[in-house]
T-cell receptor
Framework: EADIYQTPRYLVIGTGKKITLECSQT?????MYWYQQDPGMELHLIHY???????EKGDLSSESTVSRIRTEHFPLTLESARPSHTSQYLC???????????????FGSGTRLTVV | GDSVTQMEGPVTLSEEAFLTINCTYT??????LFWYVQYPGEGLQLLLK?????DKGSNKGFEATYRKETTSFHLEKGSVQVSDSAVYFC???????????FGKGTTLSVSS
């Protein structure tokens, strides 16, 4: 059973719309991450958080923003969707204290976004 | 910086064949190493991991040994099944240790 939930699973939306992709986890993990997965399956880190009120940009420049007001919730927002944002978005969390990731991640099932 | 390189796919095998997916890495020190699997339409699931040199991770018949001499973490399975068809990712922490970096993924297709 999933302990990290992403909604919606699939979303088709028009250009210029504002959208929020939801990610919630019930494991009490402090560290959470957003990755963008391109059609070739490669994963790119776009945002991460070490805990409440902590957000950092990842390696891939992204026009999205994130917030972390509650430990369990890490939503990703696109203010104005464009066709170039069409992708799969994966949320993950990691246990343990500090910033390290030696325990690995638990992933959600992903949101497949299509912007038309 | 730290990086991971996987063999390119797709890998196509018949049921009960032996599987090897190569993974080599570049890293400072001896980070934990991971294999993840992604089934169609799903997120990634942790398949196995190893936390130090010479450790062997294993799960569901898959194995991988952390070899610091060759900086490798190859994934193996003695007898694949159709249900093993998926994309496999090798991963390790980035140089700062703040997030995982993933290989480009290897697609495995097993036919009966």
């Amino acid at each position: 059973e999933a302990d990290i939930y992403q909604t919606p699973r699939y979303l088709v939306i028009g250009t210029g719309k504002k959208i929020t992709l939801e990610c919630s986890q019930t494991m009490g993990h402090d560290k959470m991450y957003w990755y963008q997965q391109d059609p070739g399956m490669e994963l790119h880190l776009i945002h991460y958080s070490y805990g409440v009120n902590s957000t950092e940009k990842g390696d891939l420049s992204s026009e999205s923003t994130v917030s972390r007001i509650r430990t369990e919730h890490f939503p990703l927002t696109l203010e104005s969707a464009r066709p170039s944002h069409t992708s799969q978005y994966l949320c993950a969390s990691s246990p343990g204290t500090g910033v390290g990731v030696n325990y690995g991640y638990t992933f959600g099932s992903g949101t497949r976004l299509t912007v038309v | 910086g730290d990086s991971v390189t996987q063999m390119e796919g797709p890998v196509t095998l018949s049921e009960e064949a032996f599987l090897t997916i190569n993974c080599t890495y570049t890293a400072t020190g001896y980070p934990s190493l991971f294999w993840y699997v992604q089934y169609p339409g799903e997120g990634l699931q942790l398949l196995l991991k190893a936390t130090k040199a010479d450790d062997k991770g294993s799960n569901k018949g898959f194995e991988a040994t952390y070899r610091k001499e060759t900086t490798s973490f190859h994934l193996e399975k003695g007898s694949v099944q159709v249900s093993d068809s998926a994309v496999y990712f090798c991963a390790l922490p980035n140089q700062a240790g703040t997030a995982l970096i993933f290989g480009k993924g290897t697609t495995l297709s097993v036919s009966s």
